[in-house]
């Protein structure tokens, strides 16, 4: 019953309502307009307080959201800079096995304790994010399976090379997350530009001699010649058999 409705009800009864039934019925209608209109307004109250809460809520993701790229971010921000030490660690007087091992060593400890911040903070990542991410992750492994092949072939000075290089490499990817981060976020208008950031790029000093980079390539080609060799051989005996 809206209430024009009960305006109107209460104006006929009030016309052709007997002496007896009147009073009784008006305070009944007022009574039942009374109990509708509180619980109208409790409704409304209601409704009010779930689009409040659920404005809570979209706000605290949203911050849960941010808070767990920031963490992302700074870790990745420290492991890149354990990247730097073990350049350092390789630099200059690395001349035997056992500075590469202890610098690997070092990296590793390092590199678990950052990992495991960032697997419990990447939830809300986007899978672009994750994919660079993932990326990142593949990089330091290429870089450490390619100074245990340089320590393994006693060629130590190449080690600054390799590091220099994939330190490089690893700065874009976080340069990439960071630029989606900054992307999402409505409250900043300022466009990140990995231009703009030459030495974060540059962070493991000056670039290595032409000399040893021509034979940290040679290197690589022999690695890449030799996987090919192995990919051409037969995989079994019966396929020995079949080719002879």
Not at 17 to 35: F, N
Not at 211 to 236: D, F, G, V
Request: net charge negative; aromatic share 8%; hydrophobic share 35%.
């Amino acid at each position: 019953m809206t209430q024009e409705t009960y305006i109107r009800t209460l104006e006929f009864l009030e016309r052709f309502g007997s002496v007896v039934i009147l009073p009784i019925a008006i305070v009944w209608l007022t009574q039942w307009w009374t109990k509708k209109q509180k619980k109208d307004d409790q409704n409304f109250e209601i409704s009010k307080l779930k689009e409040t809460k659920g404005i809570e809520s979209e706000f605290q993701l949203e911050s849960d959201k941010k808070n767990h790229e920031k963490i992302v971010h700074s870790s990745l921000l420290k492991i890149l800079f354990q990247v730097q030490k073990l350049h350092i660690s390789v630099s200059g007087s690395c001349v035997d096995t056992s500075c590469i091992d202890t610098a690997i060593n070092d990296f590793n400890q390092s590199l678990n304790q950052h990992q495991s911040i960032i697997s419990d903070n990447q939830i809300f990542l986007s899978s672009k994010t994750t994919n660079n991410l993932y990326r990142f992750y593949s990089l330091i492994g290429e870089l450490l399976i390619e100074l245990r092949e340089i320590r393994d072939k006693k060629m130590f000075e190449l080690a600054i090379v390799s590091v220099w290089e994939y330190s490089q490499r690893l700065a874009d990817s976080i340069i990439d997350i960071q630029d989606e981060f900054v992307q999402k976020r409505k409250d900043l208008t300022e466009k990140f530009d990995k231009l703009e950031v030459p030495y974060f790029r540059n962070c493991c000093g000056q670039e290595p001699s032409p000399e040893l980079k021509k034979k940290i390539e040679t290197l690589r080609n022999q690695k890449l010649e030799l996987e090919m060799h192995i990919n051409q051989l037969p995989n079994s005996i019966e396929e020995v058999k079949l080719n002879s």
